[in-house]
């Protein structure tokens, strides 16, 4: 059964950093990429960027450029997100999910088909 | 960035009606198109990918339609269950999703 379980709940000063990380079960972490997609209170879902842990790449959202990075650890089948220079507006619950993908009608789809549970990060002075 | 637009923003439904959720993309997305459920309190869930292909476990009173710019997400006989809030998001550029459809009892 697939997996994926979150680190806890945490609260960050303003200009802090905050880790988050991703332990994925029933299969191999290296096989897909992981997403992440936060949530403000009350409010939609964004993405905030991707890895291949099987290679490393990444891809960022522009808005989040140079404050995430996602990072992997194979050997306990993890992913990690953190992000710096935090602001209250960063305050949200952040989901790592996991992508798949197959080619349909010739087109190579992909969707999120496994979701962590989320982890709340508050962000107040 | 490729902007997604949900409509209704929200609506009230019984059980048993019959409720479709429509998306529109701001450009051409073929079917680079998935449906999500979200229930207060959790993650969201899959429903269905590539804009009709109903994923593994999803009943099957839930149904996705479209390609171009206009989809839409159709339930058949409204579940207790099935109050939550309703997303659509494209994969054809950088991911986005639209802003959510929360269908509630009426």
């Known amino acids: 059964q697939v997996q994926l379980v979150q680190s806890g709940a945490e609260m960050k000063k303003p200009g802090a950093s905050v880790k988050v990380s991703c332990k994925a079960s029933?299969?191999?972490?290296?096989?897909?990429?992981i997403h992440w997609v936060r949530q403000a209170p009350g409010q939609g879902l964004h993405w905030v960027g991707s890895?291949?842990?099987?290679?490393?790449?990444?891809d960022y959202a522009r808005g989040f450029q140079g404050r995430v990075t996602l990072t992997s650890d194979t050997s306990v089948n993890s992913v990690f997100m953190e992000l710096s220079s935090l602001r209250s507006d960063d305050t949200a619950i952040y989901y790592c999910?996991?992508?798949?993908?197959?080619?349909?009608?010739?087109?190579?789809?992909?969707?999120?088909?496994?979701w962590g549970q989320g982890t709340l990060v508050t962000v107040s002075s | 960035d490729i902007q997604m637009t949900q409509s209704p923003s929200s609506l009230s439904a019984s059980v048993g009606d019959r409720v479709t959720v429509t998306c529109r993309a701001s450009?051409?997305?073929?079917?680079?198109l998935n449906w999500y459920q979200q229930r207060p309190g959790k993650a969201p869930k899959l429903l269905v990918y590539?804009?009709?292909k109903l994923q593994s476990g999803v009943p099957s009173r839930f149904s996705g339609s479209g390609s171009g710019t206009d989809f839409t997400l159709t339930i058949n006989s409204l579940q207790a269950e099935d109050f939550a809030t309703y997303y659509c998001?494209?994969?054809?550029?950088?991911?986005?999703f639209g802003q959510g459809t929360k269908v509630e009892i009426k």
């Open positions: 890895l291949y842990p099987n290679d490393d790449t990444t």
């Open positions: 590539a804009a009709s």
């Open positions: 450009q051409m997305i073929s079917t680079y």
């Open positions: 999910a996991r992508r798949r993908s197959g080619v349909i009608a010739g087109q190579h789809i992909t969707w999120l088909d496994a």
């Open positions: 029933g299969y191999n972490v290296t096989i897909y990429s």
């Open positions: 998001q494209q994969t054809y550029r950088t991911p986005t």
